[in-house]
């Protein structure tokens, strides 16, 4: 799957990924009116304002963009209900042909590992049929339990050439209370980046290896060192926009070719038609996704813009 991931952003010439992160009042009143007329203030209610929010945003993008990365808590929240809208949001992105990051950031150990990794990247028996539960092309790993955790994921990487992308220095302001400690000197997350370069290279796509890394746009800085510590895993950068990156900060990311990067986006896409700059345009809340793919198109302007002037 990494090989249509690359695949899919020399295609479109957009390294980045639309985070499909719904919170309940991200959404427009008009959504939200519909979905209750039907299902009522109701888990059900929310989940297909939900469900009927990100369609209309996938509908507006699919075209400009390689892949969407939904955060599974933010569907979580509304229990069963709500990862049944999870669950459709996987599907009708890859009937477009989109790449799938499911966003769930597991990390346990032996058999409990197992099922997830089966859970949303592999397939599941039952008797004597199999099933693909969730079914997503990529997920995100939490490495804290060390190569416990991480080996089953790269079991079923191997077996349904899909892949992981594993946290290694977050976009969060805390997250330096334990990835930045020294250890013999170096920080914690350079080690974490080596053992992602060891991991995957066992699992090489044509390119890129299966195993990815989660670093943070709000440090530049160390996304170059993390570059060159792991020269064939793809890094998956959240935190531009809203978390303030700008794509003059991720060109160290990316390797000579204009690959090995791709860049998350979340609320600055699908909460664009909040931003002033698009009201401007003739943005309402009732063509919200028209402003979603605005976003986009900046988004892509000024990280192209970056790569272009390196």
């Known amino acids: 799957m990494i090989n249509q991931l690359v695949a899919n952003i020399k295609k479109t010439g957009a390294p980045i990924v639309v985070g499909l992160d719904p919170m309940l009042n991200y959404i427009p009143e008009q959504v939200q009116k ?3 007329a039907e299902y009522g203030e109701t888990l059900e209610g ?3 304002a939900i469900w009927q929010f990100n369609k209309e945003i996938v509908d507006k993008t699919y075209d ?8 599974i808590a933010m569907y979580e929240q509304f229990g069963l209900p709500g990862l049944a809208a999870f669950k459709k949001t996987v599907d009708y992105c890859k009937e477009k042909g989109l790449v799938v990051i499911g966003d769930i950031k597991r990390g346990d150990i032996g058999s409990t590992s197992a099922a997830y990794a089966v859970g949303h990247i592999g397939k599941v028996k039952v008797g004597s049929k ?4 969730f079914d997503e092309d990529f997920v995100t790993v939490n490495p804290y339990l060390g190569s416990d955790g991480v080996n089953p994921f790269l079991d079923v990487c191997k077996e349904e050439k899909k892949g992981i992308f594993v946290l290694v220095k977050t976009s969060n302001p805390s997250s330096g209370e334990f990835q930045d400690q020294k250890i013999d000197g170096r920080p914690l997350y350079e080690l974490v980046g080596e053992k992602v370069a060891a991991w995957g ?3 090489m796509g044509d390119e890129y290896s299966y195993v990815g890394a989660v670093v943070g746009a709000t440090y530049p800085e160390m996304g170059k060192v993390l570059r060159k510590v792991m020269p064939k895993a793809y890094i998956l950068v959240p935190g531009y926009g809203a978390q303030g990156g700008k794509g003059k900060d991720l060109v160290h ?3 000579e070719d204009g690959l090995g990067a791709i860049v998350n986006s979340s609320r600055g896409i699908i909460c664009a038609y909040k ?3 698009y009201k401007e345009q003739g943005i309402t809340p009732e063509n919200f996704a028209d402003a979603s793919r605005l976003a986009v198109k900046d988004m892509i302007a000024d990280i192209s813009g970056a790569l272009a002037q390196r």
């Open 201 to 203: 290279s066992e699992v």
């Open 46 to 48: 929310a989940a297909e």
């Open 253 to 255: 990311f990316f390797n």
């Open 275 to 277: 931003q002033d700059k």
């Open 64 to 71: 400009l963009i390689p892949a969407v990365k939904p955060q």
């Open 130 to 133: 199999t099933y693909a539960p």
């Open 34 to 36: 519909k979905a209750f």
